[in-house]
């Protein structure tokens, strides 16, 4: 898309905005435990029921039971000193108590069956990261960044699987992506970020049976936010952002409007060599409440980045010596008078709920999304038979081909929920009845030149090469169009009973995919599918704050794509056994937890070695784990989170006998994390504080055969910050110790150096 187009898009987003620019209130904004100074949600009260008044209610009924009945949550008046958690709101600290990810409905973590982690507004900014994967580094389960200092998308894995391209929800609604057209997500316009480890299809629809990663946005609040911030790291990578929330006065009557604008402009290099990390994002959005009972947020995004694509590097000269030592860490494969990754995403979105009864809520939740991902690069490696990546390995010279493609995707996302509360008997019971569709279309062009010249890993030279595309011997091997529509119906009862709650759940997916492709001539493929899915578990509060708990599901994924063959990729199926204990400590203000899990999966699409740049799937790999996590407010000032993942990953069929047994690629088994950040509350060091964390990850494998390791690693990040008045100074420095490792190698000629030493400086300041 032109520069014109994406200007006009941009500027469209900017004139709606313009409203909560100029409406700006004068009174100053309190600080609070929210990473721009924003105020707590009123109070939700979720135990007790509360009489409602109604500005054109009929008198109230009392319902049957009602002493037995899970009411609904109560907006109330805001209280000086007091902090009651939304789902969808700030936490303060590190803890949250509350989470909607794992029942769509407002469920205490502690009374949830299923592993939860939550990572808030607050602890995103003690850490400062720079995308979504890296937010993730201190959470149980996740293996985050696999693909190192590599800043075209965010990559992670869940239960040691891939979950990147299927498990990313934006405010409980999917952002999938296949082949390139994918998506990029801002930390600064962040909340909070849910893991919901285990399968999740049960209510989302097709997503990883590992897992997914629920993204919360900055939503608009009723108290205003007035908040700056710049900073700048030692890549000359610097940045500007604002987040500013204006409540607008109505006329009486006409219920409470809330607006809210968040953007960011970042430009500057990385670590590698002619590689940027460009973005530009705007968010605005819009709350309106006409009356107690009814709620409509109004949501928009509009987002442009632009890098280049990382170096694909033999397993010799980059984990081990070569003859000439190792590549250097900002070492350019590519040429920069060719190369280059740009995508353009907006996003339009509603989410709407309405209290019909005391007992009765329904809520609607829509995306329309659309994005255009334009990627040409000159790419180390073998492209004709993707075997040995060096023409002499003696000297360091590495063959070179050429890779292009255009992913233009739009998704739409239509979820309708009934949330009913009612007692039978000395059973109390929360139902939820669901109705959501989703559409998925992509137009998909991939094609590759083998004719470009080498390059020397030591002494590298480029040249101003002609563009990918009108080289001669550039051929197409995908060019065609797929749309996947999907409908689902679901059904879950949380039923109580004393201490016990027992959720059960069940779906059903009804599934149709079509491609055409015209790269070897014209072909058209289709299919649908129909699967149900299941999930059942149990939890038991004790009075101590123990709360063990059991649980089974099974899962469901419709895949969009095709394999090396030309073929429509299998959908996935996954069943997952957990076991757990969650403990939520009196007196303390903690979350602590084990959950042990057998999870296997079928279908897993996995790097075909023969063919990088397409998928295999494998007859199943099993993945069967203990993940410990331990989040803490110590004190007033002193926050801690820790966490510790061990697996027995493996596969347990394929066609190949030979693999059986044996663990996939780009995949550790261990990983172990902790972060604490302490801020003095008095004295003349008030204000002053810092923080510090050690992340390790255990070693992979860079072959099928299991033949050549990846060394594990152990990384160590700093913070230190000060806030006096209204200002707050902070440097930040990831990988301290500078440690220079490969994060992972999908293959042994496709190998990728993690992130180096990154110092980041910022000023933030609200008013």
Not at 83 to 100: D, L, T, W
Not at 159 to 184: H, I, P
Not at 213 to 233: C, F, H, L
Not at 494 to 520: E, P, Y
Request: proline share 6%.
């Amino acid at each position: 898309m032109n520069n014109t187009i994406r200007l006009s898009r941009l500027a469209l987003l900017s004139s709606v905005c313009a409203l909560s620019v100029v409406t700006l209130d004068t009174s100053l904004a309190q600080s609070s435990s929210t990473q721009t100074g924003a105020q707590p949600l009123p109070p939700v009260v979720v135990n007790q029921p509360q009489q409602r008044r109604r500005a054109t209610a009929a008198p109230s009924r009392t319902p049957r039971a009602r002493t037995a009945v899970a009411p609904r949550p109560v907006a109330q008046p805001p209280r000086s000193n007091v902090f009651v958690e939304s789902p969808r709101g700030p936490i303060q600290g590190y803890v949250a108590n509350r989470s909607s990810t794992g029942t769509k409905t407002n469920t205490p973590i502690n009374e949830t069956p299923q592993a939860i982690s939550v990572i808030g507004a607050e602890q995103i900014r003690d850490q400062k990261p720079t995308k979504l994967d890296e937010i993730l580094r201190y959470a149980p389960g996740v293996a985050a960044g696999t693909f190192g200092a590599d800043f075209r998308n965010d990559w992670f894995l869940i239960r040691g699987f891939k979950s990147d391209d299927n498990s990313v929800f934006l405010d409980g609604m999917q952002l999938f992506y296949t082949s390139y057209a994918s998506w990029k997500l801002q930390p600064f316009n962040m909340e909070r970020v849910e893991i919901l480890r285990g399968p999740s299809a049960i209510l989302y629809g097709g997503s990883s049976p590992s897992g997914l990663v629920n993204v919360v946005s900055k939503m608009p609040q009723a108290q205003p936010i007035r908040y700056v911030e710049t900073g700048v790291d030692n890549y000359g990578n610097a940045y500007f952002g604002f987040d500013i929330n204006t409540p607008i006065k109505l006329a009486p009557g006409n219920g409470e409007l809330y607006t809210r604008i968040v953007g960011q402009v970042q430009n500057g290099g990385t670590q590698t060599d002619f590689t940027p990390n460009n973005n530009y994002f705007i968010a605005p959005s819009l709350t309106w409440k006409p009356n107690i009972d009814t709620t409509l947020t109004v949501l928009a995004s509009a987002s442009y980045n632009e890098t280049r694509p990382e170096n694909f590097l033999p397993y010799v000269g980059s984990v081990t010596n070569a003859p000439f030592g190792r590549i250097s860490t900002s070492f350019y494969g590519g040429d920069p008078s060719t190369d280059s990754f740009k995508r353009e995403q907006e996003m339009l979105g509603y989410q709407f709920e309405h209290h019909m009864s005391d007992n009765v809520t329904f809520r609607q939740n829509a995306r329309y999304a659309h994005v255009d991902v334009n990627y040409t690069g000159i790419t180390v490696g073998d492209g004709v038979t993707f075997g040995n990546s060096y023409a002499n390995a003696a000297t360091g010279d590495l063959k070179r081909y050429g890779f292009a493609t255009r992913g233009i995707a739009d998704q739409g996302t239509l979820d309708s929920q009934v949330e009913y509360r009612f007692a039978t008997g000395i059973l109390s019971h929360t139902a939820l009845f669901g109705l959501d569709l989703k559409t998925y279309s992509i137009s998909d062009t991939q094609g590759m030149n083998s004719v470009y010249p080498n390059i020397n890993a030591v002494n590298p030279v480029y040249s101003s090469l002609p563009q990918i595309r009108s080289s001669a011997g550039f051929a197409n091997y995908r060019d065609g169009n797929q749309t996947q529509n999907q409908l689902g119906v679901y059904l879950q009862d949380q039923i109580k009973l004393d201490r016990f709650t027992l959720v059960l759940s069940g779906r059903n997916d009804w599934v149709s995919n079509s491609r055409f492709d015209q790269a070897f001539g014209a072909s058209s493929l289709s299919r649908d599918e129909s699967k149900f899915s299941g999930r059942a578990g149990l939890i038991y509060n004790f009075d101590n704050g123990l709360a063990p708990y059991v649980s089974y599901a099974t899962s469901y994924n419709p895949i969009i794509g095709v394999n090396a063959a030309g073929q429509l990729l299998l959908s996935e199926t996954g069943e997952q056994t957990e076991v757990g204990v969650k403990l939520q400590p009196l007196g303390i203000n903690a979350q602590f937890g084990v959950a042990l899990f057998d999870l296997k999966r079928k279908n897993v699409p996995t790097t075909n070695p023969l063919f990088p740049l397409t998928a295999l799937q494998t007859g199943e790999v099993t993945s069967r784990g203990i993940e410990l996590e331990a989040v803490a407010n110590l004190s007033p000032g002193f926050k801690v989170v820790g966490s510790f993942t061990s697996y027995n990953l493996f596969t347990s069929a394929d066609a190949n006998p030979a693999l059986v047994g044996l663990v996939p690629t780009n995949t550790p088994r261990q990983l172990a994390s902790g972060w604490a950040d302490y801020t003095f509350q008095d004295g003349v060091l008030r204000g002053f504080g810092f923080g510090g964390g050690v992340r390790y990850v255990g070693s992979s494998f860079a072959d099928q055969a299991n033949t050549l390791s990846v060394p594990s690693r152990v990384l160590g990040d700093l913070a230190v910050h000060y806030d006096w008045q209204n200002w707050r100074f902070a440097v930040n420095a990831a990988n301290v110790t500078d440690e220079i490792y490969v994060a992972n190698c999908s293959t042994a000629n496709a190998c990728f150096y993690g992130d180096r030493r990154r110092i980041t400086g910022s000023i933030g300041y609200k008013w």
